[in-house]
């Protein structure tokens, strides 16, 4: 079956650094990805929508000069979380479709913490 | 715009007893729906889907959901639950034919089974 693969599991960083988290369809090609965050005990809130080879789409009160997507290929999109802060502290999923397949996989999670 | 309502953040059962999560949604167009469920800090794993083929879904884990048109809603039932179902479940539509499948979650429901 289709995997997501999502690296790191868990990051720490200080306050003003930058996070990059790494989702990738291991065994699918997949032109569209999908960035969620959760916050504890809470759904999940779609970030952006990631096509291959364009322009991230951001849902709406989401900064995307905060949020850089980058979808460079068939099977990789990065989230980079730039000049983190504490309130950006969350646990960050990413999810793909196969093509034609109406079922999204999610990957297993980046919890983020900022210090 | 589509939503997803789910009744009841939480929700406790005796192992052996019948589950029932409830999930009403909203939509314009004849919707996709889904339940995917949650085990902490984890990912979400796809239980069971509807795509406007038969009306009553089953899924894995014994899980089943029957879409109802005239109800607008998609509950989850399992007719004996068991202590590894304790999670967190969430409800989600989306527009399916759109080639984007852009979802929108639920708040969720956590599960609780008792001994």
Known sequence: G???????????????????????SLDFQATTMFWYRQFPKQSL????????????????????DKFLINHASL???TLTVTSAHPEDSSFYICSASLVGANVLTFGAGSRLTVL | AQSVTQL???????????????????SSVPPYLFWYVQYPNQGLQLLLKYTSAATLVKGINGFEAEFKKSETSFHLTK???????????????SEGTSGTYKYIFGTGTRLKVLA
């Open chain 2, 79 to 93: 007719p004996s639950a068991h202590m590894s179902d304790a999670a967190e479940y969430f409800c989600a539509v």
């Open chain 1, 75 to 77: 099977t990789l999109s």
């Open chain 1, 2 to 24: 289709a995997v997501v693969s999502q690296h790191p599991s868990r990051v720490i960083c200080k306050s003003g650094t930058s996070v990059k988290i790494e989702c990738r």
């Open chain 1, 45 to 64: 809130m779609l970030m952006a929508t990631s096509n291959e080879g364009s322009k991230a789409t951001y849902e709406q009160g989401v900064e995307k």
């Open chain 2, 8 to 26: 009841g953040s939480h929700v406790s059962v005796s192992e052996g007893a019948l589950v029932l999560l409830r999930c009403n949604y909203s």
